[in-house]
């Protein structure tokens, strides 16, 4: 038997899923995430679900992990300090940036602009130039290059950065540069910004460069480290790491590219929904991930999910493909607290984390939390799988009463707003990847996941008008279990900055299958046969005289049948759909893009046996709970114990080892043939 493993490193946890790859069975795991370094808490897990599976770490043939290696350290300035070379008049390309502000009326005078990735005084000028068409104007100057390299390296910089102007259309002078640096500063990491971006617009070009090298020696001594341990605990297999568009890139090419990793966690939670989505029937999918601290929102269309050309982290933003993922400050320890100017209701963006956590934990937590809330109104029972977790009920009532006390109201009033609250953020959330996108989120289902998604899918899904509200199976480990399914993925980019009219369709096809080549010998070099590849193109649309362009992805066959004028087409009724109208002015290309994928791992969901739609065998014992202004009884039961075809009726909890499903009031929740509880209005 094959086995895979997907690795999730969370802040509080790290899950694991072992996969048997024949039959499609599956074996869990959640261990304590070791920030200091996560490589221990990932072996931990390694050890304990192989243990469970009775296989050995040898036997797993492709480790698949997820991670916000590269995410923290942008988000908490860890990056290493870079040194970056520029064409001559352009070395203040990183501070003039752009125009664009953040924030409403006279937000400008308030928002504290972040400090650039690249320092002024680590950024030198080098001589040389090439032109618009990629010819040479200026002869570049070693010498010149030499001393800026020289003082470079004995000013500390930790990672060099090349980025000339129009080097996307011409490399050569960009190549020479980073020959010298290899010779002068041997140990620093190097990146061109023609190879990791080859893309017009000199400062998303020069900034994603950057960003690269900021966070490359960081992710790449946690590769090799990662790696070197999973080799001495005998893993032989192959390592892949999954890239902020939800595929997976080989832990090698991480080490070389790693601002593709900088959405890598979020995009394991959608790549988990597109498996779980393909096994129950549903094709379109809002995702609803909520952890401890946070809430990712993703939106799945025809099982394709929504891609974006830029990644954004904290104020960062930097043109690298990723999934269009959406994340507001509300999770299970989001603080609700009553200022005293307002003396209104808030809830998040401040989390108590993992330590002290909330109050419930019984950790030394103080400050009431929506896991507090949700303790108290009943939907999060004290005892938990047969009482092998206790939460600390007494104590969530006192921090709970804080607020009500505050507000002068009673102790459930407030628990319930504070779901109310945190509901609404979730909400404007999905509305940010769904309405102000253009779709109508009543076409779509809403699955929650993550530790509390099943809690709060129903209540959510009710604001959104999306039904069915879905559990899936182990939500907890969903994203491991997206880490564990997805496939290898590698592209590619060019512009092609052209009218329409002016465009040959041979000459583009052309550069379309030559970067279609690049990218399949990128995958055939990480060990995958030519005929398990599949490739696909994406063109970048605009009308003439557009700031920003439109992406359409499209099939060779469907390109070729097409042609340009498809593509026109299909770029109108986009257009219309994301802002209702189109122009009368010319269309033009901006950007060629081919994109390289693996073989799918088609895996199989476990059924479940047929039950009589009566869930009494999996009932555990009768509870109460606060709902709708007044208590209610309800029932909760095991979801291990539930059988295809159970109709569970509202109120009621289902829990399991990584996750609790709330069935509202004046709701049903009904499990499908692979597990899901689907819930809907009664």
């Known amino acids: 038997m094959s ?66 290696v590269a995410t923290n350290a942008v988000l908490e300035g860890k990056g290493a300090r870079v040194g970056l070379i520029v064409t001559e008049g ?40 090439m032109d618009a068409h990629g010819n040479e104007l200026r002869p570049i100057d ?77 992710v790449g001594n946690y590769v090799r480290n990662l790696r070197t341990k999973l080799r001495g605990a005998g893993m032989a297999g192959k390592l892949a790491l999954l890239r902020s568009d939800g595929g997976l890139m080989s832990s090698e090419k991480a080490e070389g590219h790693p601002v593709s990793l900088l959405m890598s966690g979020p995009a394991g939670g959608v790549t988990g929904a597109l498996w779980v989505g393909k096994n129950s029937g549903l094709k379109n999918i809002l995702t609803l991930d909520v952890g401890g601290t946070s809430t990712d929102v993703a939106l799945i269309e025809n099982l394709e999910p929504r891609r974006a050309r830029t990644t954004e982290v904290g104020h960062l933003s930097v043109r690298a493909s990723s999934l269009d993922v959406k994340t507001v400050g509300a999770g299970g320890g989001s603080i609700a607290y009553v200022p005293d100017l307002t003396k209104a209701l808030r809830v998040g963006p401040q989390s108590a984390g993992a330590v002290p956590g909330p109050v419930a934990y019984g950790k030394g937590g103080v400050q009431p939390t929506v896991t507090d809330a949700n303790v108290v109104l009943g939907y999060l029972p004290e005892s938990l799988l047969g009482g092998t977790f206790k939460l600390d009920r007494d104590g969530a009532k006192a921090a709970v009463q804080t607020i009500a006390d505050a507000l002068g109201i009673g102790l459930m009033e407030a628990a319930r707003g504070i779901i109310d609250i945190v509901n609404e953020n979730m909400f ?47 939500p907890g480990v969903l994203c491991a279990l997206g880490d564990a399914t997805t496939r290898m993925r590698t592209e590619t980019a060019r512009s092609f900055s052209r009218r329409f009219g002016d465009t040959d369709e041979a000459e583009v096809m052309a550069i379309l299958d030559e970067m279609a080549a690049q990218t399949r010998d990128e995958l055939k070099a990480d060990g995958i046969a030519d005929a398990d590849i599949t490739s696909l193109f994406e063109i970048d649309v605009r009308y003439e005289g557009q700031a920003f362009e439109v992406p359409l992805a499209i099939d060779a066959e469907t390109l070729r049948r097409d042609g340009l004028a498809g593509i026109m087409d299909r770029f109108d009724t986009e257009h219309k759909r994301l802002f209702t109208f189109n122009m009368t002015s010319p269309h033009e290309l901006v950007n060629l893009r081919a994109v390289a994928l693996g073989v799918a ?24 709970l606060w709902m709708d202004g007044g208590t209610h009884a309800a029932v909760i039961y095991d979801r291990a114990l539930l059988e295809q ?36 209005l009664n």
């Open 3 to 68: 086995y895979r493993l997907g690795v999730d490193v969370g802040g509080t946890f790290t899950d694991l899923l072992l996969l048997e790859e024949g039959t499609g069975r599956f074996w869990r795991h959640k261990t304590p995430s070791t920030p200091a370094d996560s490589s221990v808490g990932i072996l931990d897990g390694v050890e304990a679900v192989c243990a469970k599976a009775g296989v050995t770490p040898a036997e797993v043939e492709v480790f698949l992990h997820g991670t916000t």
């Open 90 to 129: 352009y070395r203040q390309i990183m501070q003039i940036a752009r125009s664009y502000v953040p924030g409403g009326l006279a937000g400008w005078i308030i928002w504290p602009k972040p400090e650039p990735l690249a320092a002024l005084i680590d950024t030198l000028e080098v001589a040389g130039r």
């Open 142 to 218: 070693d010498a010149g290059i030499r001393a800026a390299l020289t003082t470079l390296r004995d000013q500390g910089v930790e990672a060099i950065t090349v980025s000339l102007v129009n080097a996307y259309l011409n490399g050569a002078h960009e190549v020479r540069v980073g020959e010298l640096a290899a010779e002068i500063c041997p140990d620093l990491p190097i990146s061109l910004s023609h190879e990791v971006l080859p893309e017009m617009q000199e400062y998303e070009r020069t900034l994603t460069t950057v960003a690269n090298a900021a966070v490359r020696p960081i």
């Open 428 to 474: 404007g959330a999905l509305r940010m990847i769904s309405v102000q996108q253009g779709y109508d989120p009543r076409d779509f289902a809403l699955m929650g996941f993550g530790g509390a998604g099943p809690l709060h899918v129903n209540a959510v899904a009710r604001l959104m008008g999306s039904w069915p509200a879905v559990s899936p199976v182990s």
């Open 601 to 624: 791992l088609d895996l199989p969901a476990a059924t479940l046996p047929q039950g009589d739609g009566d869930p009494a065998q999996a009932k555990l014992r009768d509870h109460e």
């Open 645 to 680: 075809g159970d109709v569970i009726p509202g109120p009621a909890i289902v829990i399991e080892m990584d996750s609790t499903t709330l069935i509202e009031l004046g709701c049903v929740g009904t499990v499908d043939a692979v597990g899901n509880i689907l819930i809907t």
